[in-house]
């Protein structure tokens, strides 16, 4: 009987094991507008496990580990707003911004009650790209590895994809104009007439 109930017990740890195996974050890549302030970057998670809290560490580039760099900055990091965690949770930690410096942010949460599934937005990290004017320049975006340590939700290490972070250019307004009358010069040519309905 014993040995039956250990055998149970091992497959359900396995099982609980090989659910969180699955539960993965992916940074992305994200393209930003130049010299802009507050802009958001969504970070979500799949997996679905059911998990009471999370501790999201952000960080761009490496974090000013020897002092000031040359990248733009983290302005807030949010873990509620729209998150998994918004309709069940006892606020943010710490309560302001979460940003430790301009290139580092910390913020956690946990339920009022019960668990939430982790599979959806999780964070979204607000850029700031002001004093970058031209669209050069590529840096690392990890919320694994950072000088702060590695995301967790409680007592769960999930899978982590870092992603980067690069500054698009914004397209002038003649060269939109140009796209706009390429476009509808090419729907002519097909034989589509703007007053078919």
């Not at 017990?9 to 659910?19: I, P, R, T």
């Not at 790209?129 to 590529?138: E, I, V, Y």
């Not at 002038?172 to 002519?188: N, S, Y």
Request: net charge negative.
């Amino acid at each position: 009987m014993i040995s039956k109930y250990a055998a149970l017990c091992l497959a359900l740890a396995l099982g609980a094991s090989a659910a969180r195996a699955d539960l993965t974050i992916t940074v992305d890549t994200y393209h930003l507008e130049p010299n802009t302030p507050y802009q958001p970057v969504h970070i979500y998670v799949s997996g679905g496990d059911a998990v009471e809290a999370v501790q999201v560490e952000c960080q761009i580039d490496n974090g000013a580990l020897n002092g000031p760099i040359t990248a733009p900055t983290i302005s807030e990091l949010d873990v509620v707003t729209g998150t998994i965690f918004s309709s069940n949770h006892f606020g943010q930690t710490p309560p302001l911004t979460g940003v430790i410096n301009s290139w580092l942010a910390t913020r956690g949460t946990w339920t009022s009650s019960g668990t939430v599934a982790a599979d959806g937005l999780l964070a979204t990290v607000y850029i700031d790209t002001r004093g970058f004017t031209s669209p050069t320049g590529t840096w690392s975006l990890k919320l694994s590895g950072t000088r702060n340590g590695s995301t967790v939700f409680g007592d769960i290490q999930p899978t982590i994809i870092n992603g980067t972070i690069s500054l698009e250019p914004v397209p002038e307004p003649a060269t939109a104009l140009f796209l706009v009358a390429g476009a509808a010069l090419l729907l002519r040519r097909r034989g589509v007439s703007w007053r078919q309905a």
